[in-house]
């Protein structure tokens, strides 16, 4: 299932908590932190706090590797929804994600086809300013 882009959550105004750093392989870690604190903050149940350090692992890992070089911007972003949370990760590149069919013998490319399992919605779109977001929407509950 691959959602529209127009379908991409609205955040609430005020309440968008963003993590900024420079694409590193340690920036895989950041994002994974900053979510996790964030999710322990709202008060979710720990199942679902996994899930989102899952997802955002792979959508983290997939600005590094396939969306930045060394250096460039990867933005975090997560918020609160009526249908539950969103995790959003912005990289520079325009270059979009494509799902790669599941194989029995493929080493990689599974990363968004695991997400894909894992979530109600989920989707990407260029971004006016440059670059795009791929972004999940969470089950408001495990
Ligand atoms: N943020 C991104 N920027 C550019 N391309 C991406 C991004 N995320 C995913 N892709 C593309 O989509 C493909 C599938 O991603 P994924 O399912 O995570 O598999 P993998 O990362 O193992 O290749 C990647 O190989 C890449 O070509
Ligand atoms: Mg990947």
Redesign the pocket.
């Known amino acids: 299932m691959i959602t529209k882009a127009e379908l991409r959550p609205t955040p609430p105004p005020n309440g968008v908590a963003v993590l900024e750093v420079k694409s590193e392989p340690e920036s895989i870690k950041a994002a994974r932190d900053f979510v996790a604190d964030w999710f322990a903050e709202n008060a979710y149940d720990s199942d679902l706090a996994y899930l989102a350090r899952t997802v955002v692992t792979?959508l983290a890992?997939?600005?590094h590797?396939?969306?930045s070089d060394n250096g460039d911007p990867i933005t975090t972003r997560v918020f609160n929804t009526d249908a539950g949370p969103v995790i959003e990760v912005l990289?520079a590149?325009t270059?979009?994600?494509?799902?790669?069919p599941l194989t029995l013998d493929g080493l990689?490319?599974?990363?968004?086809?695991m997400v894909d399992l894992m979530v109600p919605a989920w989707g990407f779109t260029r971004l006016p300013e440059g670059g795009k977001v791929?972004w999940a929407l969470l089950h408001a509950h495990a």
């Open positions: 792979e890992t997939n600005a590797r396939h969306g990289d590149s270059k979009l994600p494509t799902v790669k990689t490319g599974r990363g968004l086809a791929v």
